[in-house]
């Protein structure tokens, strides 16, 4: 019997178990080891904040889904790794040996330069986290009595998202807040086209969101700018950037220079071809590959083929990043500014296709192959 050891339930790892519920995998035990059942889907993360969705809505239950591929879930992170001795360790102390593994775990929150920590900090990831702490962020911001002040640290994206979600939040509540956003130059939307940034600076100032370029330091009273403008702050959210867990440092496994695992064209580590990883944790050592959901998803497939191949011998496939990928940037409000290469648009409609995407995503891992169906 060989084990196959899929550690941590990202997106590209939903492909997976839905290939695993097709195909029979015949003198194959396949594990999987995520700290909770429910994964959590960023892309639903600001709508949530700002009431569109219930927070059901926004997760996949892993658990039908290891049911139809055959599947054990274990609950637990994963803190160690040996990829010499082939096996990890959990925060409960169990071991867990493979002999292929695959590793999906996204990435941490960059808090490394904001030099900030304790009650009044929120980071977006781990994302389980920060869906438990908005809500108590929401009940301080009521209770306050006076205008409660929010910082978003990080102007890429997400941070975006946020600040806007945050703002209709409280607007929705009927709390008096003053929501800033504070972005360095080189963070904001870099990628994106010129008319990207240019409709997404409209609609902060429509929010009144000030937006402050610059990097930010953590200070008793909230956050210092390099400029010396100091901002209160009564929560920051950090949205700054992702950083390699910890643990993948430690684990034999080839990393780059950030501690992301260096894979090759067919997703699989440079340095024990036994182990794959996908999404955020891994660095393409070929292509350059930013990272967002988009490509953990499209490699998901790909992943999927080729841990099948690694156990059962066939021909594995190379995943080629698109050159060019689709972001829907939700405003707070049901409104939306999409950006594809040099291409922009925005407005409720581009709203309306992002609920789309996103609701159809979820759809797709709600409704898996059930467990008795007959595989190929
Ligand atoms: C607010 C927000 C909005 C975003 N919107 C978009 C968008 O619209 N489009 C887009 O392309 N990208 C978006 N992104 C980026 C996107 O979230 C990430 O790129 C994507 O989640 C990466 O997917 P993944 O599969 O690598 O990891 P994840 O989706 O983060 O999944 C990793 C899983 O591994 C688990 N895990 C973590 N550590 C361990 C461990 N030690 N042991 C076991 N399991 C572990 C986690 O609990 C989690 O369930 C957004 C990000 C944020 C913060």
């Known amino acids: 019997m060989k084990r196959l050891l899929l550690i941590g339930g990202g997106h590209a790892h939903l492909f997976v178990l839905e290939q695993l519920a097709r195909v029979s995998t015949p003198g194959t035990e396949v594990v999987m080891v995520t700290p909770s059942a429910q994964q959590g889907y960023s892309g639903m993360l600001p709508g949530w904040m700002a009431g569109h969705y219930e927070r059901s809505q926004c997760q996949i239950d892993l658990r039908p889904l290891a049911v139809a591929a055959s599947a054990r879930l274990e609950l637990g992170h994963v803190c160690a790794m040996n990829a010499d001795r082939r096996c990890v360790r959990l925060d409960d102390g169990r071991e867990i040996a493979y002999d292929v593994a695959s590793i999906d775990v996204g990435s941490a929150t960059d808090l490394s330069w904001l030099g900030l920590a304790g009650a009044k900090l929120l980071a977006v990831k781990p994302l389980e986290a920060f869906f438990s702490a908005w809500p108590q962020v929401l009940a301080a911001a009521r209770a306050r009595g006076q205008i409660f002040r929010l910082v978003v640290v990080g102007a890429g994206a997400a941070g975006i998202e946020l600040a806007l979600a945050a703002r209709y939040a409280f607007a929705r509540i009927g709390v ?6 504070v972005g360095s130059d080189s963070g904001f939307l870099t990628d994106h086209a010129p008319a990207v940034r240019r409709h997404v600076l409209v609609v902060l100032a429509r929010a009144q969101i000030a937006f402050h370029r610059g990097r930010a330091v953590g200070v008793e009273q909230g956050l210092m700018l390099s ?16 950083r390699a867990h910890d643990w993948l440092k430690r684990s034999g496994l080839a990393c780059d ?3 992301f695992v260096e894979v090759d064209r067919y997703q699989r580590s440079v340095s024990h071809p036994n182990v794959f990883a996908a999404g955020d944790v891994c660095s393409r050592h070929d292509v350059e590959m930013p990272r967002s959901g988009t490509h953990a998803v499209h490699s998901g497939p790909v992943l999927a083929v080729n841990l099948l191949a690694a156990l059962q011998g066939g021909t594995m496939r190379s995943y080629v990043p698109r050159r060019r990928s689709l972001y829907l940037i939700s405003c707070g409000a049901r409104y939306a500014v999409a950006s594809w290469g040099r291409w922009s648009a925005k407005g409720d ?4 296709c992002k609920d789309l ?20």
């Open 357 to 376: 995407i996103d609701r159809r995503f979820i759809r797709r891992f709600s409704r898996p192959a059930s467990a008795g169906s007959p595989k190929a």
């Open 257 to 259: 220079e950030s501690g």
């Open 176 to 181: 008096d807040a003053a929501v800033s956003l």
């Open 227 to 242: 400029n010396g403008q100091l901002l209160s702050a009564d929560s920051v959210i950090a949205a700054t950037g992702a």
């Open 349 to 352: 409609w581009v709203w309306r």
